[in-house]
Every structure is written in structure tokens, then in C-alpha cells.
């Protein structure tokens, strides 16, 4: 019951939903069953109130919950970038992106491709090798369709580290598109 009155008040008035009544509404979905729902409506959220720095980690939570480990991992990417001077901020997501490579690494039969292969990236370009980093980046951005904007974001990065600076401002401007 409590769910139904949640919707419906999202559908009389959603511009007077606010951060907790998203949460309210995830959390809904999430106890009866349905955490790709709740990932939904916590991405409704975070669209809202994109700046909004917990509200991007409960995002993140409920897409890993939701079996979507590469989405968390690019919307936990995506804040290291915005988030500046808040060490305990960085270092919970320091803590969930490794948390991530772990699973990623412990899966079985066989880890996630994509996350496989961005972890594999991450780990060449935080070694400045973005010569070695730019084909793993390259094939990220093939895998979800350039449909992502933290592996564009990289890959404009690697291709700017590595002198492709043609290549590397049309990936750009395509993402400011």
C-alpha cells in the first residue's frame, strides 16, 4: 500500500519529489523484490539532483544490487571526478571501486568484460602506460556502444595522453554534443 501511494504521488506532482522521497520510492521497490526498479528510481533522482553526492552512491549501491557492476562502476568514476576536498567522500569510493574489483575478480564462472576490462584500463592509466591503456579504453567504449560518459571521458583522456589530440577533442566535443 505504502508503495502505491509513493507512485501515485510521484505522478500527481514529481517536481515536488525531493531526494528522500526517491530514496522512499527505491526503497519501496527494493522490498517488494524489485531492485532494478529502485535503480530506476534512484537514477530519476539523481537526474533531479545531480549534484547530490549520496544520492550518487545510493545509485551506484542499487545498480550493483541490480547485477549492473560496470554502470556502478562508471557512476562511482564519474564522482571521483566531481567530488573535490572531501577526503572522506574519496575514500569511500576508493573503498567501493575496490570493493567492485574484488567481486569482479572472485566472479565465476567467468567476470564481466567490460568491467574486466575498464578495471584492466584504470590500472594501466593510473601507471601513466596510456599507450597500453588507449586499445583496452577503445574497446570499453565499443562494448556499451559509446553510450557511457565516464568511458568517453577516458578515452579522450588516454587519446590526449598519448598525443591524439585531433582524435581526443572530436571524442570530446561529441560528449559536449
Given at each position: 500500500r505504502a508503495a502505491r501511494e509513493i507512485r501515485a504521488a510521484f505522478e500527481f506532482d514529481p517536481?515536488?519529489?525531493?531526494?528522500a522521497d526517491y530514496r522512499l520510492l527505491a526503497k519501496t521497490a527494493k522490498a517488494g523484490g524489485?531492485?532494478?526498479?529502485?535503480?530506476?528510481?534512484?537514477?530519476?533522482?539523481?537526474?533531479?539532483?545531480?549534484?547530490?553526492?549520496?544520492?550518487?552512491?545510493?545509485?551506484?549501491?542499487?545498480?550493483?544490487?541490480?547485477?549492473?557492476p560496470a554502470e556502478a562502476l562508471y557512476e562511482l568514476l564519474h564522482l571521483k571526478m566531481v567530488v573535490r576536498g572531501d577526503a572522506s567522500q574519496i575514500?569511500?569510493?576508493?573503498?567501493?571501486?575496490?570493493?567492485?574489483?574484488?567481486?569482479?575478480?572472485a566472479s565465476t564462472p567467468e567476470p564481466d568484460p567490460?568491467?574486466?576490462?575498464?578495471?584492466s584500463y584504470l590500472a594501466d592509466a593510473d601507471a601513466d602506460q596510456h599507450d597500453a591503456a588507449l586499445p583496452t579504453i577503445q574497446e570499453v567504449?565499443?562494448?556499451?556502444?559509446?553510450?557511457?560518459?565516464?568511458?568517453l571521458l577516458m578515452l579522450g583522456r588516454s587519446l590526449k595522453a598519448t598525443g591524439r589530440f585531433g582524435e581526443a577533442e572530436r571524442v570530446l566535443a561529441q560528449l559536449a554534443e
Open positions: 517536481e515536488a519529489a525531493r531526494p524489485n531492485v532494478k526498479a529502485a535503480a530506476e528510481a534512484l537514477k530519476g533522482a539523481v537526474r533531479r539532483f545531480p549534484m547530490d553526492v549520496s544520492l550518487r552512491l545510493d545509485y551506484a549501491a542499487s545498480l550493483t544490487e541490480a547485477k549492473l575514500a569511500d569510493i576508493d573503498a567501493r571501486v575496490d570493493r567492485l574489483r574484488q567481486e569482479a575478480e567490460q568491467l574486466e576490462s575498464m578495471f567504449v565499443t562494448m556499451n556502444g559509446g553510450a557511457s560518459l565516464v568511458p
